[in-house]
């Protein structure tokens, strides 16, 4: 199974609970805090994305620094992480949650990562189109990422739109030694995503 499907799974289990129980809210922000936590620490996602620290450490700092300041769902949901071996996980699962909660409120959310800023005019260009064809409120996050070397990568939902000069490269490479052309999954087609950022 692939990252974006495993991370899938558990952002559905987890947005079915919240829903069930009536917590959306509590949950929509522990998720959103989390998430602004590992990003702005990175000695914290270290701690808990490597394999190489105890999993009875993980729990602890769980227990002790996190548990009292998210809802006991969320908490727990943290801990089964930790016991699936899952935690590296979170950051897809967060997007996965996010978009979830996006489709249950009509909206989607639509990433870009180009090679360099992306201009206005093709930001707004994207989110019209995005939103002609699935008829909800887009809302646009876009990324820079010098290695894919010209064009840009849309991804929303399942789906994953590559037109970077970097896959190209990497097509006519694979061609060139007698590949056959496309590397799998590089065509620029809707597929489903086998990783993250």
Known sequence: MSDFAIAKVYAQALFALATDQGRRAEIDR????????????????????????????KQQVIDAAIAPHVDTVTANFLRLLVRKGREMFFGRIR??????????????????????????AVAARITSEIARRTGQTVQLEATVDPDLIGGLTIRFGDRLLDGSLATRLRRLRDHAR????????????????????
């Open 30 to 57: 522990d998720m959103r805090d989390l998430a602004d936590v590992f990003r702005e620490h990175r000695a914290i996602r270290i701690f808990f994305d490597s394999p190489g620290t105890p999993q009875a450490d």
């Open 178 to 197: 007698g590949g056959g052309g496309a590397h799998p999954g590089d065509r620029a087609a809707d597929r489903q995503d086998p990783q993250e950022n």
């Open 95 to 120: 997007e996965a949650y996010d978009d979830l909660v996006d489709g249950a409120e009509g909206r989607i959310a639509v990433r870009v990562t180009s090679a360099t800023a992306l201009p206005d």
